[in-house]
């Protein structure tokens, strides 16, 4: 028998209705127990918060790449501090690092509103592998912060054509490993009923796939697993966005003028409509992919702020060469010629 110490409401229902609570200082704080999907998921989380002028919010991560739920348990049943740490703290909204943190040292800062948990990618669709450590860890976390909400990050399936190690568990298949992370983290969330949040990346990205912005083999990925650094990146932090953050702030992220010029992958006007799309009907339904429809109506939106997001190591670098190849998506932003495309797209 699966126990979790308090029951609440599933996370298919919390997603869309449950409201977050705030400490008694007014801030909403988010903690990642996670890996490097975690990173991808929330990298642009600060840099949403700053331009759409939330002050009120906190985020931070615990990183150790490739960690299972197996690792972060005995990480911490060790005692051994093995994490890089991110903490992007109200106000400030920028991630500022640390080394050589432990689970339960970041555990002990103050009171956390929401804990994220996620399995590693490989194992994301085997539910064998969550069993004893996804209970274990939910304990550990229950006795440090127990009034803290849970929340799944349930993450994505590889690329097409993906060299992942681990890819062939999955038949190479991108969409049987799409489709078996979703029926896992359904068992997992039927069995374990102490989850409030379901936060659904790997639904979101499944989702863009099947439209105009995908790149092919890769699959808004870098290298086949993790995230672009543009594109991709900023859909996840879309839907962490909408799923955990909006139901505290009331604030939507449709529209915000935030353009990511980073990785093979660009989040200019015309892409990023789909990521914010993708991340709204996922919040509301997140098993199911489904055409994004209606991106006409918020790409032809006038924009009362833009914030572009450069990607510094590339100016630094040749300035001449990356400002030659992100010009001309920083003038569409400005100009009425992505409303075409966007009708073209979806005739």
Request: aromatic letters at 12%; one cysteine or more.
């Amino acid at each position: 028998m699966t126990l979790c110490l308090v029951a609440v409401l599933t996370a298919t229902s919390a997603t869309a209705q449950r409201n977050p609570d705030a400490n008694r200082d007014g801030v909403l704080r988010i903690l990642a127990i996670g890996n490097s999907f975690s990173d991808d998921g929330m990298e642009y989380l600060p840099k949403l918060l700053y331009h759409l002028k939330i002050e009120n919010v906190e985020v931070a991560r615990l990183y150790v790449g490739g960690c299972s739920l197996k690792q972060h348990v005995e990480f911490y049943e060790q005692e051994k501090s093995p994490y890089q740490f991110y903490r992007s703290t109200a106000g400030e909204n920028a991630w500022v690092k640390s080394e050589g943190e432990s689970l339960k040292n970041a555990l002990q800062m103050g009171d956390w509103d929401i804990i994220t948990m996620q399995q590693v990618s490989g194992q994301s669709g085997k539910y064998e592998t969550y069993k004893p450590y996804l209970e274990k860890l939910v304990a550990i976390v229950r006795e440090a912060q127990p009034k803290a909400h849970l929340a799944w990050h349930m993450t994505w399936a590889y690329g097409s054509e993906s060299t992942h190690g681990d890819f062939p568990k999955y038949n190479r298949d991108q969409l049987q490993m799409y489709n078996e992370i979703r029926a896992t983290a359904k068992q997992m969330l039927k069995e374990y009923d102490c989850f409030d949040y379901l936060i659904p990346t790997g639904t979101a990205i499944q989702m863009l796939r099947n439209t105009p912005i995908n790149n092919t083999p890769k699959d808004l990925t870098r290298d086949g697993f993790h995230l672009g650094y543009g594109l991709g990146r900023y859909a996840a932090a879309c839907v962490w966005y909408e799923t955990l953050i909006k139901p505290f702030t009331h604030k939507s992220m449709e529209g915000n003028g935030i353009f990511v010029m980073k990785g093979d992958q660009f989040a200019d006007r015309y892409a990023a409509v789909y990521c914010e799309r993708a991340a709204v009907m996922v919040s509301k339904k997140p098993f199911d992919v489904r055409p994004i429809k209606s991106v006409y109506r918020l790409v032809s939106k006038p924009l009362s702020h833009v914030y572009i997001v450069m990607d510094t190591d590339r100016l630094a670098k040749d300035e001449e060469a990356y400002m030659k190849e992100v010009r001309p998506y920083i003038k569409r932003i400005f100009t009425s010629t992505i409303i075409d495309e966007v009708l073209n797209s979806n005739k």
